[in-house]
């Protein structure tokens, strides 16, 4: 589980840095566009919690993909916590849901709206205050709900092509799921 968390993590870093220029940005143009297209960091850690069914897949996922892209984002070392904390809040969800050992989809898509949650916290300590509105608020916790949900909807259909394609998911006890 940990090279696949790895592996997922470093596309992550990879998808961070690519992103970076445009998501810096769209953060400095406007926070609600951002809220749209800055939770694209999240699709790693999601997509390895649907793929792997392993706890702390998401969490493990998510703080390596902090760490690697850390020395190339304006955040530095912030860049763990606006990571780890979401992931950590959505991986809480899935384990109390007992999602990784009996999977179901209302618990997914749950933790998915706890790590936007989450993230929308987060981007509410960053917003700049002369343009901090009620309406920029609502705006911008609906575009981080419907990004994140988005994005564990294309978790899902990615653990589906995968499947499809014929990857094999890792082995838990004697058969694998």
Do not use: K
Request: glycine residues 6%; positive net charge.
């Amino acid at each position: 589980m940990l090279l696949q968390c790895a592996a997922f993590g470093a596309l992550t870093a990879v998808l961070i840095v690519a992103m970076s220029p445009i998501t810096s940005s769209v953060a400095l143009a406007s926070p609600i566009a951002y809220s749209l297209v800055g939770s694209i960091s999240s699709l790693g850690p999601l997509v390895a919690a649907r793929w792997l069914r392993a706890p702390g897949s998401l969490l493990l996922t998510a703080l390596v993909a902090s760490l690697l892209a850390l020395p190339f984002t304006a955040l530095g070392f912030l860049i763990v916590v606006a990571l780890g904390l979401p992931a950590l809040t959505a991986e809480l969800v899935l384990l109390a849901g007992r999602f990784y050992s009996r999977p179901r989809e209302r618990f997914w898509y749950l933790a998915a709206a706890a790590l936007a949650l989450v993230l929308f916290a987060i981007s509410l300590v960053v917003i700049d205050p002369a343009v901090m509105s009620a309406w920029v608020v609502v705006f911008t916790f609906v575009g981080r709900m419907l990004s994140v949900l988005l994005l564990a909807s294309v978790a899902v259909r990615i653990e589906q092509a995968l499947s499809r394609a014929g990857v094999r998911r890792r082995h838990r006890g004697r058969d694998s799921s």
